[in-house]
């Protein structure tokens, strides 16, 4: 009842243990201060609730829950919440005011306890402790206590009954778990192979070190030292990678890991150690040191290189190029630059360094605004690539950017495509947007497109779609996270007198968007084009201005050469920016989805032709 009108006990303390179990349910409580005085009125609003948990079933020994003695673990879940003291933790340790009670048929000599997917269900710890007795209830004889989650009991009967007790260590804590028994485990007999840094690879100071897995592993121990093999043990892991700290100071290194579990593990593994060099980091490895380059200007011949990535690190809260599957690998360097007047770039490492060595074949890149550069937190993500370039093997970088704030200075961050790739040497230029960096001319049935295969998630940045010469088609902005599959894009350049649908004339370049999968949130995308494009529906549409273009969608249509929307849907795109400078031009729109795309003066979608239509009376 609440509140409860039940006077349980007075005292003279700030506190009360109820001295018998309450039932299952909910119940209420509140104090009344008093002295020879008398007491004031109106404490029972301060009533407050609690919930009284149900013993769980196994909570004596006498109803112990049968567990399955495996070749293999085979779970059953467990809850200690509600649960009440059986007896002593001694010669134990902990509070087992919540010890519930298992028990199971031993099928071999030994077996191999384990306790998983622990959960806080009464207070917040989930440091869990357990038994394992033989005998009958009331008369036991303790075999093995165990902190671990997991251990071995070795010394049974097979076919005799033994039991098992799991408790919270603490007191006044409940938790649900997970438990098995099981034939203990096999040791690995593989190592784990190395895979990252390379062998002989030079690398910054926290180097990322990386390996696959081993059969029947469950912790790999990882060494590395001065020394080859090395015998410091550098840490122990549950996964396949290890990030080196403190930083190391240059020089030779070499490392190597040994797989192991319960069991043990193999004892040959430091004959695979492997060396690696530590290099000094490069003198703009933190975006505070970023290294300025001028806009316009390019040292980028096909031979000199202006960049590096050997030595580089991670810095604290550096943040990661969000967009790609392969984001947040951070060994990277930074650059700098300041907007120029039409606040448009091109940002390329698309070029060969012939002359240096080492090349970096697959790097990726990051375009970041920030009010302070010495505080990555206000760092914002503007732009990001991965694959765009086609020099070589095509795996260098082409970032397109608009909307930039002139005079402002921006962050370029340039990173290794993974932590597999191999360091090296690298140009980077910031060019000014010019028309000859536009796609030219192309008709649908040999249209430039490029597959967007590496941009599977999508991340609040712009990404630039380029053809096969890596020249601009759209840039595109995805407004939330998610995978978006393969983008591929058409256009169709007219020539000539603008065309028109009914009247309405629109501009000699549309295009199509097609992707895998459509996206579940808007998508920005920014359609660029020349002044020759404008100018020619400028010569039909008398006055036109750049604010005036708007963006007709035809859900299910395709690249086509002229506007047809014969059953079809149109939809209007409304503008949400535009821009021009240098003979370029660019309209941003959001759309709930990718199909074909038509620019156009006039606050209505183009006309639709309705075919087919019949009627009955």
Not at 162 to 179: D, E, K, L, P, W
Not at 191 to 196: I, K
Not at 293 to 315: E, F, H, M, P, R
Not at 365 to 386: R, Y
Request: with cysteine.
């Amino acid at each position: 009842v609440n509140p409860p009108t039940t006077l349980v006990a007075t005292v003279s303390t700030t506190s009360y243990p109820i001295p018998s179990p309450l039932p299952a349910g909910d119940h209420f409580w509140y104090v009344v201060p008093k002295n020879g005085l008398g007491a004031p009125t109106g404490c029972e609003s301060n009533a407050h609730k609690f919930t009284v948990v149900a013993s769980p079933p196994n909570d004596d020994c006498a109803n112990a829950t049968p567990l399955i003695h495996g070749v293999t673990c085979t779970n059953t879940a467990g809850t200690t919440a509600g649960a009440t003291l059986s007896m002593a933790a001694a010669p134990c340790f902990g509070n087992p005011d919540d010890d519930v009670w298992f028990s199971f048929v031993a099928t071999s000599y030994d077996a191999y306890v384990a306790l998983s997917s622990t959960a806080a269900v009464i207070g917040t710890s989930t440091d869990m402790y357990f038994q394992v007795l033989s005998g009958s209830c009331g008369s036991f004889t303790s075999l093995l206590c165990s902190d671990p989650n997991t251990g071995l009991v070795g010394g049974l009967q097979v076919g005799q009954t033994y039991y098992v007790r799991v408790y919270t260590y603490g007191a006044n804590n409940g938790a649900s778990f997970n438990i098995c028994v099981s034939n203990p485990p096999t040791a690995p007999t593989a190592c784990g192979t190395l895979s990252a840094p390379a062998a002989n690879a030079t690398v910054g100071g926290t180097p990322v070190l990386t390996w696959t897995s081993a059969t029947n592993a469950t912790a790999y121990d990882v060494y590395v030292g001065t020394t080859n093999p090395p015998t410091t043990l550098a840490g122990t892991v549950s996964g396949l990678s290890y990030t080196v700290t403190p930083a190391l100071a240059p020089g030779d290194y070499y490392w190597y890991v040994a797989a192991k579990n319960s069991a043990g593990g193999p004892t040959t593994c430091a004959s695979n150690s492997r060396k690696f060099t530590v290099v000094a980091p490069p003198a703009n490895d933190d975006a505070f040191n970023a290294t300025l380059l001028t806009v316009g200007t390019s040292n980028c011949d096909g031979i000199a290189a202006n960049g590096i990535t050997s030595g580089a690190t991670i810095q604290p809260g550096e943040p990661a190029i969000s967009g790609e599957q392969t984001a947040g690998t951070t060994y990277s360097v930074w650059y700098r630059f300041v907007a120029p007047p039409s606040g448009m770039v091109r940002i390329s490492t698309d070029h060969p360094v012939s002359g240096a060595p080492d090349s970096l074949l697959d790097s990726k890149v990051g375009v970041f605004s920030t009010t302070n550069a010495t505080d990555f937190a206000t760092f914002q993500q503007l732009a990001f690539d991965e694959d765009n370039g086609v020099v070589g093997q095509g795996y260098r970088n082409l970032v397109y950017l608009t909307d930039l704030v002139p005079s402002e200075t921006y962050y370029i961050k340039v990173d290794k495509n993974s932590n597999a790739e191999t360091d090296g040497s690298f140009c980077i230029d910031v060019m000014p947007l010019t028309p000859a960096m536009i796609s030219p001319n192309a008709n649908c049935a040999a249209a430039a497109g490029y597959d967007n295969s590496d941009w599977q998630m999508g991340g609040n940045a712009w990404v630039s779609m380029v053809d096969n010469d890596g020249l601009l088609i759209f840039n595109m902005k995805s407004n939330t996270s998610g995978a978006l599959g393969d983008i591929k894009s058409k256009f169709y350049q007219h020539t000539g007198t603008a065309r028109q649908s009914n009247g309405e004339y629109y501009l000699d370049r549309n295009f199509q968007v097609t992707s895998t999968t459509q996206a579940t949130a808007p998508v920005s995308l920014q359609f660029f084009f020349t002044d020759a494009d404008f100018a020619s529906l400028a010569a039909e549409v008398p006055s036109l201005t750049m604010g005036d273009l708007n963006v007709t969608r035809l859900e299910s249509g395709v690249c086509s050469s002229a506007y047809s929307a014969v059953g079809q849907t149109a939809t209007l795109l409304p503008q949400l920016a535009n821009g021009s400078a240098n003979g370029v031009r660019h309209i941003t729109v959001q759309t709930p989805g990718f199909s074909s795309f038509f620019i156009h003066a006039g606050n209505a979608p183009l006309f639709i032709m309705l075919a087919d239509i019949k009627a009955t009376n």
